[in-house]
């Protein structure tokens, strides 16, 4: 017997709520832990002291330091790579095999994983070039992993920008560079951010690639050379060498706040930007 | 008044800066390849290609280099994640796309992709915390297994999954839907015989890089799937994948060990590179169809 | 009367296809001219030649010279870029850049190296005032741009054009999209201009050609049929064609 269409579309309707509220579900369900079992070991005690006894005791000042150092500088070194490489993509080429064999580059670079990123970190910046382990070798490995994301985003934001402006700044006597520079950038600027933002989160979450590049001292940075260990390494360290449950909590709650914060604010810009074009 | 040569000298310049900054991606992923290749391909020809790739036995430090098992655990983890992650995501993004109203979809896309910002490390503590523990209580086993990594991973490639699909079924033209409920189909045969299959190759690709991610995932991994060094007989059982054993050991490894490790890289990046290519390729076919 | 612009046997193909078919004409110092015709008459194809705007199309290939002030803007001798400061551009919709109306006004300049903060403040008020727009923006020269009316936008374009000092100006259709109130204030402001400036007005508007330009051209199918003082080709044209455009026959 054939079942009634209707009650088919409602069975359908219900299935995919639920799944639906499934996946949000399964979202609250990791944050509320997290939040839960995270927030009553925080404190600006926490927050701004240096680990103790392996991080047993103590705060995470120091991961926090070596975070914004990594994230910082890797972001400075990818930023303006990878909106030149957007720029030339859009502006200054047509579509044509160059650009092709480009593409696939990024592409493929969006793909690896990012251990293997860190087996390539280890091998040439680490031992080849002799950095060993260190802030610059770190920084180097996740300038080159956050690179696609920041061409990708870039371009998509460029190619959003009307082409009248550019049509209107050539007819004004401006050359490309000019036209680039006070049209095109400051309209794809907020497209651009968004994925600078992504690409912080992404920094701020990473662990393979880190940890084999940049090492996981416990001391402070001082130079480009030294090792340091960041937020996500120490919570991988802290959880997976049983060290203690109540500060790994605590550090996950602030990686996960400041990937959280990052990502909503990357989000209000792109809102913005679909306000304004559309 | 010609443009004068200094000016034409600087556009110049400039478009050559630009085009050293669009060659450095392809430099860099050239540098990747030739960096683990260098490492990684001496041991294939000193131990065999064979007794790598389809040896059972991975003991380093004693002349094994075989890492079928991985080979097999890599695969079973990104196959379990998919069946996991698979119908959820794509339910999420029918949902998405064709049920839920605007403001529905301006709340739930945005904390979707909230996940994808989640840190793996993190998820791989939620699972040795909750899902580990459930495991080995409910269903037996150590808990530390194939089915427990295939959950985490599952969750951990729905936006993935969810956010290409997305896409893809709201590429569908409306006037394929239109035209479907003219002939008085309800909602869910339209979804299910137009919608759907109009998307399909977008969905599939969501499905091939869900994959890419999953099979690629390395701190999770090795914090819940158990890493013991054989071929999984059943779900509740241990494995290691080969991004765990290149994470595992590379700290300490020297020598023919650390070659292995890259052996395994090598592996691992052979493997990522053709699904990516599948995923690009059943992308590209939407395209030109 | 000085000729300020001298097309000579211009063809322009676009792909297979010929857009211009030779067209030779004469354009003067400091007077209106009109070039109207229907539709794909080549006459917008014209003026994006003038001013190299063309540059921008894929597939094309133009024949023929097009001389300003003796020299030829196809040859070489003169670049894009200081081509198109001594042309300006107002194009058929008005496109404010994104910024406010004072920015916008001193885009060209600055690209000129005008750096100074009075000098670009004289130039945005002389330039405003020509495109009888101050009046109504003189309180707002820094909120955006975009807030202004479709007639406002299209004036300030106007002004925009004219603070790079060019000395053509080339409107393609600009008042299409207007309406009556704004059109004629664009129309007033564009007779003052032609003392200083050289302008070419593309329409299809022939009420509008008769109105304000002091030359006329009538382009029919990439091919120009009649060309004359406005006065004479309104009046007493010599080709049917012409007659039966003007009178609405067709277009």
Known sequence: MRINPRITDKLARIVLNT???FTVGILVIIILIIILKGAPHINLEFILSAPE???????????????????????LLATPLGVGTAIFLTEYTKESRFTKIIRFGVESLAGIPSILYGLFGFIFFVIKLRMGWSLLAGVLTMAIMILPTIIRTSEEAIKAVPRNLRIVSYSLSATKWETVTRVVLPSAAPGILTGIMLSIGRAVGETAAIIFTMGSSLRLPMSLMDSGRTMAVHFYILAREGISMEKAYATALILVLSILFINIIAYYIMNRVIAKYS | MPMTDKALFKEKFIKGILVSFALSSLFFLFLIFIFIFIEGLPLFHKIGLKNIIFGFKWAPTKGSFGIFPMIVSSFFVTFGALIVGAPLGLSCAIYLSEYSGKKMKMFLKPALELLAGIPSVVYGFLGVIYIVPIVRDCLGGPGFSLLSASIILGIMILPTIISISFDALMGVPKTYREGSYAMGATKWQTIFRIVIPSASSGILASFILGMGRAIGETMAVIMIAGNALKIPTSILDPLRTLTGNIALELAYATGDHRLGLFSTGVVLLVIIMILNYIANFSIKRKIIK | MDVKIRIENLRLFYGMSEILKGITID?????ITGFMGPAGSGKSSLISIINRMIDFEEGIRIEGNVHMDGSNILDGTIDQISLRRRVGTVFAVPIPLPRSVYENIAYGPRLQGIRERSR??????????KAFLWDEVKDRLHTSALKLSGGQQQRLCLARTLATKPEVILLDEPCSGLDPISTAKIEEALSELKKEFTIILVSNNTKQIARITDFAAFFYMGQLIEYGSTEKLFTNPSEKKTEDYIQGKFG
Do not use: C, P, W
């Open chain 1, 53 to 75: 006894d392996m991080g047993r005791h103590g705060g995470i000042f120091f991961t926090i330091i070596g975070t914004v150092f990594l994230v910082f500088l890797s972001i």
């Open chain 3, 27 to 31: 354009v003067y110092t400091s007077m």
């Open chain 3, 120 to 129: 670009l403040n004289t130039i945005v008020e002389e330039s405003l005032k």
């Open chain 1, 19 to 21: 799944q639906a509220f």
